[in-house]
């Protein structure tokens, strides 16, 4: 018996995967559960399990080809049999091109009798003129106008047999309407709107790079995320004096004591998520004209491997101790470096925490990981003459001073709320000093 | 080609038919020596004598019920109803009788029968010479119902419906009997009732229509492809059965409908046109299935203002198409 075999649905906000390699060739027959193919989400990449033991038939989805999940992405035959289908009713249709000649149809004849013999009757010419009268449709068809964002049946249909993204077109319909028409310019340009023809600006010289599937991940969620989210942004500035001394002072006493590594991420991770429980429309979403305010404080950190930028996720941040959170961190951390990262290492993110500053820069502004309300990245830490006032007196003294720049959807967020968050994670951080005891 | 107006391809289709077949015989309501209040028939009782085209008296029941009794005694009676507006009285020999009389009789009696109907309006014709009636023969299983358009159409599937060993209406737009001329082949021929035609190939949206309203959705058509929106027009020609794999494909293939009537919409050939649409071609829509017709209301008016604001006319129809093109 012949059957389908579909892209599985691997979790929440993953809608399309980009197929990496067949691990078997067509006419090779593999058992139930072994790997059958790779795929790539944006968030991880896996194995897809040969759902039945067989025979593969025929790949309809080939490599580098970006498929919705569900998709069927091949055929395979478990050798047994199974009651014949019926073949589908092909219909007789009539070709357009059969239609008759003009003559055939024929032509009207002016000032024609077109009463009895009698001829009592009159003409109602065709060139009649008439009151401009709206077209009388019947009653249904007018109160049918098109949801500004909805999409036709052929659309939906020809979207998903082509792997269109509708949210990349742009409408030429009624209100931007998707047309089908659109769909099949876009089919016709070769699967994005954006023609992917070399710009003429581009001389023989430049070279051109093919960007790879996470690449083109990345990009495809970046362009989402800057189109859907109005993005708001807001920067403070942190006194991390306290927090320095205390890193270097107790970095060796820590792992030795707990076992891990201290760095400055798990310090803000955990000074973060407290302010995300006081704050909880920082860690929330827009969905469908609703705000979702999560109860789950799962923070992602963004993380640069070698293949390009990853968000694994630690998951309920703000109930985790500070040594917790270093030993998640690192297996999490270590995971995306090396790419293994399962499932739940990508999935369930509610806020995401950007640690920009190791790369030594000190303002940023990040595109926030869609569907999230909000970013914040921890810039880099530096010496700075900083005016220091005491007793009411100013004095100026060197202080390690860091930025923390956070970026929000502003349909959730507004600039007061975005500036109390901010203040939160400032006076946590601030509060830090050689004599705290973090564990 | 000779080219020949609706009303002369009936008359020249009925003598040929007569001429080929001695068993059909004409009758009606001034069919004979006034030769039909249209002149269809004109010079026919000269031809075939009284025993084949017979004068009847005004009584429509009467017509069609003697044109069953003939039909089911050896004989292929055409009848004519002088308006569609005179035929309730008809109905209970059509819709009650005709239709049934092959499964009625477990097959072994037909009733071999054409009725032909003038209809529709335009035609300052008022209330009682206006009506479209097409919609209660079509509701009916074991009659079949034509509507032809052109003269080449008319001759076509008169032929098969005098042929056909079942009950046929034949319903000819009074409108279309002088005002459309077109080429009709001398040679016999016959058009298989339940087949439609696209009369103009398009891409962008298809007009499903039939009768008087084929011609002015051309004409509305031709207007719309000078503001280029290219315009299928699918003639439905039979109205029952209709062909239902010839517009879920063209309806499929343009992904929009417009179903253009001079009926009142509601239930009526437009309400099945869109229900088959919907049925099968639900997937390949691209955008709401639209219908074009007169107001729900009991008559045709007689005032020329208030019949052509009644009547879809070529301009209506461009504004309906330009609305369900431009979506």
Excluded at chain 1, 154 to 164: E, F, G, N
Excluded at chain 2, 9 to 30: F, H, K, N, P, Y
Excluded at chain 2, 58 to 85: H, K, T
Aim: hydrophobic letters at 40%; one cysteine or more.
């Amino acid at each position: 018996m012949s059957f389908q075999v579909e892209l599985p649905h691997v979790g929440e906000s993953v809608t399309e995967a980009v197929i990496g390699k067949w691990l078997i060739s067509p006419g090779d027959k593999i058992e139930k559960y072994d790997p059958l193919v790779e795929v790539i989400t944006d968030k991880v990449n896996m194995d897809v399990p040969s759902p039945a033991t067989g025979t593969l038939t025929k790949i309809l989805a080939e490599e580098g080809e970006t498929v919705p999940m569900g998709a069927v992405i091949a055929e395979m035959d478990t050798g047994e049999e199974s009651a014949p289908v019926a073949a589908p009713d092909s219909g007789t249709v009539q070709a357009a091109s059969s239609s008759p000649s003009a003559s055939r149809i024929g032509t009207l004849v002016q000032g024609a009798n077109v009463g009895p013999t009698g001829g009592e009757f009159l003409d109602t010419s065709l060139s009649t003129s008439e009151p401009e009268a709206a077209p009388q449709t019947a009653a249904s068809s007018s109160t049918s106008s098109p949801r500004q964002k909805g999409f036709s049946p052929v659309v939906t249909r020809l979207a998903a047999q082509h792997d269109i993204d509708l949210n990349s077109l742009v409408g030429t319909g009624l209100g931007g309407r998707v047309t089908k028409k659109d769909v099949m310019t876009a089919v016709e340009a070769g699967g994005s709107a954006v023609s992917s023809a070399p710009d003429a600006n581009d001389s023989r010289e430049d070279e051109i790079i093919d960007p790879t599937p996470i690449r083109r991940m990345i990009a495809d969620h970046m362009v989402k995320s800057m189109s859907e989210i109005p993005h708001a942004w807001s920067a403070i500035e942190v006194d991390v004096t306290g927090m320095v001394e205390w890193r270097s002072a107790n970095k060796e006493s820590f792992q030795q004591q707990h076992g891990v590594r201290i760095t400055y991420l798990p310090i803000a991770l955990e000074v973060v998520a407290n302010a995300l429980r006081k704050h909880p429309r920082l860690n929330s979403r827009w969905s469908d004209g609703k705000i979702v305010l999560k109860k789950a404080v799962n923070v992602g950190v963004a993380v640069a491997a070698s293949e390009g930028l990853v968000v694994p996720v630690v998951h309920g941040a703000a109930d985790a101790t500070l040594v917790e959170l270093a030993g998640m961190l690192d297996g999490v951390v270590n995971r995306a470096r090396s790419g293994s990262m399962t499932i739940e290492d990508v999935q369930g993110g509610t806020f995401t925490l950007n640690n920009t500053g190791s790369l030594g820069s000190v303002w940023g502004g990040a595109i926030i990981n869609h569907p999230q309300a909000a970013i914040l990245t921890t810039e880099a830490i530096v010496k700075r003459p900083v005016v220091i006032t005491e007793n009411g007196s100013d004095s100026v003294v060197v202080r390690s001073m860091m930025n923390i720049c956070l970026s929000f959807d502003h349909r959730i967020i507004d600039g007061a709320e975005a500036s109390e968050f901010l203040q939160s994670v400032k006076s946590g951080l601030e509060a830090i000093s050689l004599d705290s005891d973090l564990k | 080609m000779p080219e020949q107006t609706v009303i002369e391809a009936v008359r020249a289709t009925m003598q040929a038919e007569m001429r080929r077949d001695d068993s059909i015989i004409l009758l009606g309501e001034d069919v004979g020596s006034r030769g039909g209040v249209f002149l269809a028939s004109d010079g026919l009782i000269d031809e075939f004598g009284e025993d084949r085209v017979i004068d009847t008296p005004l009584a429509e029941s009467s017509i069609c019920g003697v044109a069953i009794g003939a039909a089911v005694n050896g004989l292929r009676p055409i009848a004519e109803i002088q308006f569609a507006d005179f035929m309730w009285p008809a109905i209970n020999q059509l819709v009650g009788e005709a239709s049934k009389v092959r499964y009625g009789t477990n097959g072994v009696k037909t009733a071999p029968m054409t009725v032909r109907v003038p209809y529709g309006g335009g035609v300052r014709g008022g209330l009682y010479h206006s009506q479209s009636i097409e919609v209660l023969f079509a509701h009916t299983p074991g009659l079949s119902v034509v509507a032809p358009a052109t003269p080449y159409d008319a001759k076509g599937l008169l032929a098969s419906a005098i042929r056909s060993e079942d009950p046929v209406i034949v319903l000819e737009h009074k409108r279309t009997y002088r005002l459309v001329k077109g080429d009709v082949p001398d040679e016999d021929y016959t058009i298989p009732i339940g087949k439609a035609e696209i009369k103009r190939p398009g891409t962008d949206l298809t007009i499903f229509t039939y009768g008087l309203m084929l011609h002015y959705a051309l004409q509305a058509a031709e207007m719309a492809s000078a503001n280029g929106i290219d315009v299928e027009v699918l003639d439905l020609r039979t109205l029952r059965p209709l062909d239902e794999d010839a517009i879920a494909e063209s309806a499929s293939r343009t992904g929009k409908a417009l179903i253009v009537q001079e009926d009142t919409p509601a239930v009526s050939i437009s309400s099945e046109v869109a229900a088959i649409i919907g049925e099968r071609c639900f997937f390949d829509l691209d955008g709401p299935i639209t219908r074009l017709g007169p107001p729900e209301i009991p008559p045709m008016p007689f005032s020329p203002i208030q019949e052509a604001a009644f009547m879809p006319s070529p301009e209506k129809i461009l504004a309906a198409i330009t609305k369900l093109a431009e979506l």
